[in-house]
């Protein structure tokens, strides 16, 4: 009989100086980190360095981690941050005059659309503009639809009120659809 | 695949060998200790420059001189305490450094760091202003002698120029005034056709406010106006004359 462990277990093992059961954390989340990593920078020799850093950042700064929180916000906080110091450094002038969204609060609704749709054709179609999309709505899309991290947690990693998370996600899935049918239109004109 | 099993590799062996190691848990605790100090330091420098700028600027009725128009700014600019704004964009300065460190946001931060920066001293302006404090609290480095703050009053109050003369009116002859000032000195001003005053005629008895102008070395009377002792403020005008 095999035990599972928890992220919490495995965490307060770590913080007792067990290595190899950071170890296993690497292993239930480089894979994660690396698709977030990948669809958020767009840039594979950024991914590796990021992700290298993200690791060795989780490990170094564990005891500071909350365990009343979860390990997959904290660790996907870390990448976040890192991310945008590499989209920082890419641009001199990387983001907007500042985020509203991060400071006023919206009342959450419910998006009756996408009970239409299908989600996997829904991903496909986000896939194909998410580069184009801008930095914001780009890294709420990956962590809802790809990630499937919950409201909570991408308040957490992004760290805006819960209420402004399901806004922003409406709005990034707004422009996608703009840019999907943009892309279509072209490609119909073309041909 | 391979570039993951690589690095995984790569962090268990520095972790073994010791090149990585966690932080104790006391880093965190004084961290978080430090950044509450830090900003309660911070908030209290902050109130105490506000506090001195508007003490400063309602001891020289900057504010009043304000309703005497564009003439007066120039005037109001060259009084202003240079010496405290420079520490105030110091302090402005080192919080965009610690805002670009340590924001992860999706927000320009000289642009959130200016601009929270100046609400956030303009609301401790109106506070300071509103809770009438402000004379208490920017009294209070020269009182205690606190190292750098005393120096600062000292060499304000050498820079400032004299914008205003209050006193009695005791005599006037024409567009001679004569006053008694506050310490017992008696001055003789000269107004010219360019003086603004804010009533017709003054009486004999009148608490006068002069602001005067510099111009060279000499000082020209740019406005007069009737001030309340009582209430240490400036009437409003009756029927001034404009020049």
């Given at each position: 009989?095999?035990?599972?462990?928890?992220?919490?277990?495995?965490?307060?093992?770590?913080?007792?100086?067990?290595?190899?059961?950071?170890?296993?954390?690497?292993?239930?989340?480089?894979?994660?980190?690396?698709?977030?990593?990948?669809?958020?920078?767009?840039?594979?020799?950024?991914?590796?360095?990021?992700?290298?850093?993200?690791?060795?950042?989780?490990?170094?700064?564990?005891?500071?981690?909350?365990?009343?929180?979860?390990?997959?916000?904290?660790?996907?906080?870390?990448?976040?941050?890192?991310?945008?110091?590499?989209?920082?450094?890419?641009?001199?002038?990387?983001?907007?005059?500042?985020?509203?969204?991060?400071?006023?609060?919206?009342?959450?609704?419910?998006?009756?659309?996408?009970?239409?749709?299908?989600?996997?054709?829904?991903?496909?179609?986000?896939?194909?503009?998410?580069?184009?999309?801008?930095?914001?709505?780009?890294?709420?899309?990956?962590?809802?639809?790809?990630?499937?991290?919950?409201?909570?947690?991408?308040?957490?990693?992004?760290?805006?009120?819960?209420?402004?998370?399901?806004?922003?996600?409406?709005?990034?899935?707004?422009?996608?659809?703009?840019?999907?049918?943009?892309?279509?239109?072209?490609?119909?004109?073309?041909? | 695949?391979?570039?993951?099993?690589?690095?995984?590799?790569?962090?268990?062996?520095?972790?073994?060998?010791?090149?990585?190691?966690?932080?104790?848990?006391?880093?965190?605790?004084?961290?978080?200790?430090?950044?509450?100090f830090g900003v309660i330091a911070l908030f209290l420098v902050l109130l105490y420059l506000v506090s001195f700028v508007a003490f400063f600027l309602r001891e020289h009725l900057l504010f009043e001189a304000l309703?005497?128009?564009?003439?007066t700014?120039?005037e109001i600019i060259y009084t202003l305490p240079f010496l405290l704004i420079v520490l105030v964009t110091t302090v402005f300065l080192i919080l965009?450094?610690?805002?670009?460190?340590?924001?992860?946001?999706?927000?320009?931060?000289?642009?959130?760091?200016?601009?929270?920066g100046l609400?956030f001293t303009l609301f401790l302006f109106a506070l300071v202003l509103l809770a009438d404090k402000e004379s208490k609290i920017a009294r209070f480095g020269q009182t205690q002698k606190v190292p750098g703050i005393e120096a600062i009053h000292t060499q304000l109050k050498k820079r400032a120029p004299p914008l205003t003369l209050a006193g009695?009116?005791?005599?006037?002859?024409?567009?001679?005034?004569?006053?008694?000032l506050k310490n017992g000195d008696?001055v003789?001003?000269?107004?010219?056709?360019?003086?603004?005053?804010?009533?017709?005629?003054?009486?004999?008895?009148?608490t006068?406010v002069f602001f005067l102008?510099k111009?060279?070395?000499?000082?020209?009377?740019?406005?007069?106006?009737?001030y309340?002792e009582t209430k240490e403020t400036i009437?409003?005008?009756?029927?001034?004359?404009?020049?």
């Amino acid at each position: 009989m095999t035990v599972t462990y928890t992220d919490i277990d495995i965490v307060r093992k770590v913080k007792q100086g067990d290595a190899e059961a950071f170890g296993e954390l690497m292993n239930r989340y480089e894979a994660k980190l690396t698709r977030y990593l990948g669809r958020f920078l767009h840039d594979d020799d950024a991914v590796t360095d990021v992700l290298q850093d993200v690791l060795v950042k989780a490990y170094i700064n564990i005891q500071s981690f909350d365990e009343s929180y979860t390990f997959s916000s904290w660790v996907y906080r870390i990448a976040h941050n890192e991310a945008l110091n590499v989209l920082k450094k890419k641009k001199s002038t990387p983001f907007s005059w500042f985020d509203p969204e991060a400071l006023v609060p919206y009342f959450a609704y419910h998006d009756k659309t996408e009970e239409n749709i299908d989600l996997e054709v829904l991903k496909k179609d986000i896939e194909q503009v998410l580069i184009k999309l801008p930095e914001s709505y780009r890294e709420i899309l990956v962590l809802y639809f790809y990630e499937e991290l919950s409201y909570k947690e991408i308040s957490l990693v992004l760290k805006i009120p819960i209420s402004s998370v399901g806004v922003r996600i409406n709005r990034a899935k707004k422009k996608a659809y703009e840019l999907v049918k943009l892309e279509t239109t072209t490609i119909h004109e073309y041909h | 695949m391979n570039t993951i099993n690589n690095i995984h590799n790569l962090i268990l062996k520095k972790i073994e060998s010791g090149a990585i190691r966690q932080k104790p848990k006391w880093h965190f605790v004084l961290m978080t200790l430090g950044i509450v100090f830090g900003v309660i330091a911070l908030f209290l420098v902050l109130l105490y420059l506000v506090s001195f700028v508007a003490f400063f600027l309602r001891e020289h009725l900057l504010f009043e001189a304000l309703s005497f128009g564009p003439r007066t700014v120039f005037e109001i600019i060259y009084t202003l305490p240079f010496l405290l704004i420079v520490l105030v964009t110091t302090v402005f300065l080192i919080l965009h450094v610690l805002v670009r460190h340590f924001a992860f946001a999706y927000m320009k931060p000289v642009a959130a760091t200016l601009g929270l920066g100046l609400l956030f001293t303009l609301f401790l302006f109106a506070l300071v202003l509103l809770a009438d404090k402000e004379s208490k609290i920017a009294r209070f480095g020269q009182t205690q002698k606190v190292p750098g703050i005393e120096a600062i009053h000292t060499q304000l109050k050498k820079r400032a120029p004299p914008l205003t003369l209050a006193g009695t009116l005791l005599e006037v002859k024409g567009n001679v005034y004569k006053l008694k000032l506050k310490n017992g000195d008696e001055v003789t001003l000269m107004v010219s056709d360019r003086t603004r005053k804010d009533r017709p005629v003054y009486e004999v008895g009148d608490t006068l406010v002069f602001f005067l102008q510099k111009q060279g070395s000499e000082l020209f009377v740019v406005a007069i106006r009737l001030y309340d002792e009582t209430k240490e403020t400036i009437m409003p005008p009756q029927g001034g004359v404009k020049p």
